[in-house]
């Protein structure tokens, strides 16, 4: 294996080091697979990543600040006539509350539609870390009503729901089936799963939760099968319409693109029609290729979709947790044998690309369709408890005891344990629909 360093010194990270960190664990990304979509899984070196910690900050113990008011909304929130205006009060700014009364309204092993790469208490992680569960985002300026499953089929009623993405949003895809598959009668519910395309059905309300792998959003050689080296992957930056022709049709969708285009710092870019085909491609800095890409999603949804029937969400940057030294944690490996979220107000690390960010406001803010954020990154980026880390999978496989003792190498510090942070996820995403 070989091991390379990341720069040393104080100064900024780069976007360099950025790259090296995340290359550590593409691999993970090459799981990727809905049922049979598990060719050319093969692996590259892991490159490890500095980690170097500063000083170590204890965190701050955590005190429930709600008072007596808000539990009195809190109370009476599973009820529908509760009110929720998302023009009032950003969903994004707030802090995660303990609150050791909480269970989540599912388990990997009671909901059978969680992949065994996101099923951390089926692969191990133990009881004496579960606080992971038990905590609740709240918003500085509001209350966020609970999760309720029947409100969320009432608002699909008659209608098709798509998550379309990476395996991030096959991630928060998962968690919204779970989150309300339990109350559905075994007879009633259906879930048929293909390359490209999953259909989760709940019959009695003729509603549908799919899900659809597009990575990158538009075209690439990659799609299916995975193209493992990033270098030998070729985008079509211009064009949509080969996945674009799945979401015709549809209610509701709900799209993310942005950690597969982070594994490297150029993209081979294609556009226009060249005689010379692949030939033709060009390199783009990535950020570059990044925007192209999404103006034309977005020049596809202002063209094609009508916004009296349609909702777009766009859900932003998972974070990845990479380098423990973004939450100062010294001697720490990543992600691995984190239990608590970091406190520190506004705590933002490597793992989110604040470039990119202001990329998807710029275009989206252009577009004539309204899309509605679901902006994930703030209180996703506290939760490095969150993260499968080493309870996760490789190749179909369970990690064998000596792999987990090499966190370094094969913790997941990209997608999260199910049940867990995409539950809060669609909880915003219901709060918005
Ligand atoms: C904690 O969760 C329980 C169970 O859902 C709930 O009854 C209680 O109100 C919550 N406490 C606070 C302070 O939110
Ligand atoms: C949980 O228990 C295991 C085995 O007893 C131990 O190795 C681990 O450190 C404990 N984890 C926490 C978060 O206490
Ligand atoms: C079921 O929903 C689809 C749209 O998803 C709609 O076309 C169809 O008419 C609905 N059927 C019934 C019986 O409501
Ligand atoms: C949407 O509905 C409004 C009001 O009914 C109408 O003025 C508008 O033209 C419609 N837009 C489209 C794209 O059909
Ligand atoms: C994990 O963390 C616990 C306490 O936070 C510590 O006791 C234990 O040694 C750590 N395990 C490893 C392998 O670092
Ligand atoms: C998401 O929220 C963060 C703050 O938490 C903000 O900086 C960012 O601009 C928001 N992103 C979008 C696309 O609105």
């Known amino acids: 294996m070989s091991t390379m360093k990341a720069p040393r010194g104080r100064r900024p990270l780069s976007i360099v080091a950025l790259v090296i960190c995340i290359s550590a664990f593409i691999a993970f990304l090459y799981t990727e697979r809905i049922s049979s979509l598990s060719s050319s899984t093969s692996f590259f070196s892991f490159k490890s990543c500095s980690k170097r910690g500063a000083i170590a900050k204890s965190i701050k113990s955590i005190t429930d600040e709600r008072s007596t008011e808000e539990e009195e909304i809190v109370k009476s929130e599973v009820d529908d006539r509760f009110e929720f205006d998302p023009n009032e009060c950003s969903l994004a700014h707030g802090k995660w509350v303990f609150n050791n009364s909480l269970k989540p309204l599912y388990t990997d092993r009671s909901?059978?539609?969680?992949?065994?790469?996101?099923?951390?208490?089926?692969?191990?992680?133990?009881?004496?870390?579960?606080?992971?569960?038990?905590?609740?985002?709240?918003?500085?300026?509001?209350?966020?009503?609970?999760?309720?499953?029947?409100?969320?089929?009432?608002?699909?009623?008659?209608?098709?729901?798509?998550?379309?993405?990476?395996?991030?949003?096959?991630?928060?895809?998962?968690?919204?089936?779970?989150?309300?598959?339990?109350?559905?009668?075994?007879?009633?519910?259906?879930?048929?799963?293909e390359h490209s395309h999953a259909v989760f059905q709940a019959k009695e309300y003729n509603a549908t939760?799919?899900?659809?792998?597009?990575?990158?959003?538009?075209?690439?050689?990659?799609?299916?099968?995975?193209?493992?080296?990033?270098?030998?992957?070729?985008?079509?930056?211009?064009?949509?319409?080969?996945?674009?022709?799945?979401?015709?049709?549809?209610?509701?969708?709900?799209?993310?693109?942005?950690?597969?285009?982070?594994?490297?710092?150029?993209?081979?870019?294609?556009?226009?029609?060249?005689?010379?085909?692949?030939e033709g491609a060009e390199e783009l800095d990535t950020p570059i290729a990044y925007k192209i890409g999404l103006k034309t999603w977005a020049n596809w949804i202002d063209s094609n979709i009508d916004p009296n029937k349609t909702r777009v969400f766009f859900t932003t940057m998972s974070p990845t947790h990479t380098r423990s030294e973004d939450w100062n944690r010294k001697d720490g490996i990543k992600c691995f044998n984190e239990t608590r979220p970091v406190m520190k107000r506004g705590h933002w690390g490597t793992g989110s690309n604040k470039h990119i960010m202001s990329i998807v406001s710029n275009v989206v803010r252009?577009?004539?369709?309204?899309?509605?954020?679901?902006?994930?990154t703030q209180l996703s980026e506290y939760r490095i408890d969150g993260h499968a880390s080493i309870?996760?999978?490789?190749?179909?496989?369970?990690?064998?005891?000596?792999?987990?003792?090499?966190p370094l190498r094969y913790a997941d510090c990209i997608h999260w344990c199910l049940p867990g942070v995409p539950d809060t996820w669609n909880q915003i995403f219901l709060a918005y629909l």
Request: with cysteine; net charge neutral; proline share 6%.
């Open 111 to 193: 909901c059978p539609h969680v992949d065994r790469q996101f099923s951390c208490v089926k692969n191990g992680r133990p009881d004496n870390d579960s606080d992971y569960l038990r905590w609740e985002w709240q918003p500085d300026d509001c209350i966020l009503p609970r999760f309720n499953p029947k409100i969320a089929l009432e608002k699909l009623r008659g209608k098709r729901l798509m998550f379309v993405g990476d395996s991030l949003q096959r991630n928060q895809w998962e968690s919204f089936v779970c989150l309300v598959e339990s109350i559905i009668p075994e007879k009633h519910k259906s879930m048929r799963r």
């Open 209 to 278: 939760i799919e899900f659809y792998w597009a990575p990158f959003l538009v075209e690439s050689n990659s799609d299916n099968p995975i193209i493992a080296d990033p270098k030998s992957r070729i985008l079509r930056v211009d064009s949509v319409s080969k996945h674009a022709k799945f979401w015709v049709g549809v209610d509701i969708l709900a799209f993310n693109t942005y950690v597969w285009w982070m594994s490297d710092l150029k993209i081979n870019s294609l556009w226009g029609s060249f005689g010379n085909g692949e």
């Open 366 to 376: 252009k577009m004539k369709f309204p899309v509605t954020f679901i902006n994930i």
């Open 391 to 406: 309870y996760n999978e490789l190749g179909g496989q369970l990690l064998t005891d000596e792999q987990k003792t090499d």
